[in-house]
């Protein structure tokens, strides 16, 4: 999986490519979002659109750090979330416990 | 020949892929990225690809994580059983003392939708059309029709 993060206006924007499964990508994706909350980050966003598989340990990192990061007042936003991801999500019930946006500019827009 | 549940009997499937690796996410990847290889060659469609790669891929993870305690020197076993109607059957069989599916929380109640496990299971349920487990928990299979 390919994963770039950077800020814009005071949000880390993460970008990933690939599927989201157990193993080096939801190894990455944990380090990422580690790095990005230890510099005291806690509002993200990622864009999902080239995601085309969620699984549940990929589906457990989200709403843990979910849950972290709105502990610290901030949040995290979903980007673009692919047809399956959406179906993914919704299936074991924690669609509805991001804020979804159909590009980077409105994710990044709504933190203000 | 692939057993069958209730349902049109055990005529017909042949086995299209059968691989024991050891427990590791890499061989969990090299799994599942053949199990896709084989349902696009049977044009299967995409919306039933995805549904089946997922479970497979939900239940490879439980057998290295929980049946082999991520311990590279066990092994993982994957069958595959097709047959000409698009229909498949696919086993998972780890060397784990097995576990009791049915003492498995909802993962949707309140209380764990912020966990971060503990959805593996009910999405192989949610995705398949059957699912049995065997030897105490340790193998399971999976129906697709």
């Not at chain 2, 049915?102 to 109640?109: A, G, L, N, Q």
Request: glycine share 10%; charged share 25%.
């Amino acid at each position: 999986m390919d994963i770039n993060v950077r800020k814009r206006s005071e949000v880390q924007l993460i970008q990933l490519r690939g599927p989201l499964r157990m193993g080096p990508a939801v190894d990455g994706l944990r380090q990422a979002m580690e790095e990005v909350i230890g510099h005291g980050d806690y509002r993200i966003a990622i864009n999902l659109a080239e995601v085309a598989m969620i699984d549940s340990s990929g589906i457990g990192l989200l709403v843990r750090f979910l849950a972290s990061t709105k502990k610290q007042g901030g949040n995290i936003k979903l980007v673009q979330p692919s047809k399956f991801a959406i179906q993914t999500l919704k299936l074991v019930g924690v669609l509805n416990l991001f804020e979804i946006f159909e590009d980077d500019d409105a994710a990044v827009a709504s933190f203000s | 020949m692939a057993d069958e549940p209730g349902t049109g009997g055990s005529s017909g499937f042949s086995e299209l892929l059968n691989l024991s690796l050891p427990a590791t996410s890499e061989s969990i990847a090299t799994i599942t990225d053949a199990i896709s290889e084989i349902l696009e060659r049977l044009e299967i469609p995409e919306q039933k690809r995805f549904e089946i790669d997922l479970a497979v891929q939900e239940a490879l993870a439980n057998a290295v994580v929980h049946g082999c305690d991520g311990d590279p020197s066990k092994t993982i076993t994957c069958k595959l059983n097709g047959d000409s109607h698009g229909r498949v059957v696919i086993s998972v069989t780890d060397p784990g003392p097995g576990f009791r599916p049915e003492v498995i929380p909802d993962p949707k109640r309140t209380e764990g939708l912020y966990g971060d496990h503990g959805r593996g299971v009910y999405l192989i349920r949610q995705l398949m059309d059957e699912v049995q487990f065997e030897r105490g928990g340790a193998e399971i299979k999976m129906w697709k029709y």
